[in-house]
């Protein structure tokens, strides 16, 4: 765990614990696209989200509630994305489990565009004749 940035933080130049709890932190860098999103982190390592202990997704529950609380009064955003990426082929570059917080807003380009937009898109569509060949 020596190389998780998220075990330990030093490692993540600017990032910045903003508020945790005695399971989770929500974490921040600063950000020039995706104004005020973070990361809720479990303290302990945990690989994806299906590794939480019940105490985890508690403490994360307990956590994203706060968290909305401090970007709603900082950012008033419109609307949010929340998302966990599990593996690599689900988009998870960092092994330890994180959740997105992603502040949305209505002057966005992509406003309406949800963490689906793309994955829906045709050009995403699978092969799968050639998968049982």
């Known amino acids: 765990m020596k ?10 130049e600017q990032q910045q614990v903003i508020i ?3 399971h989770c932190l929500f974490l921040q860098t600063p950000q020039e696209v995706l104004i005020g ?11 994806t989200v299906f590794d939480l202990t019940e105490e985890e997704w508690s403490a994360t529950y307990s956590l994203l509630q706060e968290v909305k609380s401090i970007l709603d009064k900082k950012h008033q955003a419109d609307g949010y994305n929340i998302g966990w990426n599990c593996n690599a082929v689900g988009g998870q570059h960092i092994m330890h489990s994180h959740l997105h917080v992603i502040p949305r807003f209505s002057d966005e380009p992509y406003a309406g565009k ?12 699978r092969n799968t004749s050639a998968r049982f060949k």
């Open 3 to 12: 190389e998780c940035p998220f075990c330990n933080l030093d490692l993540v």
């Open 20 to 22: 945790q709890n005695e």
């Open 37 to 47: 999103s973070g990361l809720i982190v479990p303290i302990k390592h945990r690989e």
């Open 114 to 125: 949800g963490i689906r937009h793309w994955l829906k898109s045709t050009d995403n569509k």
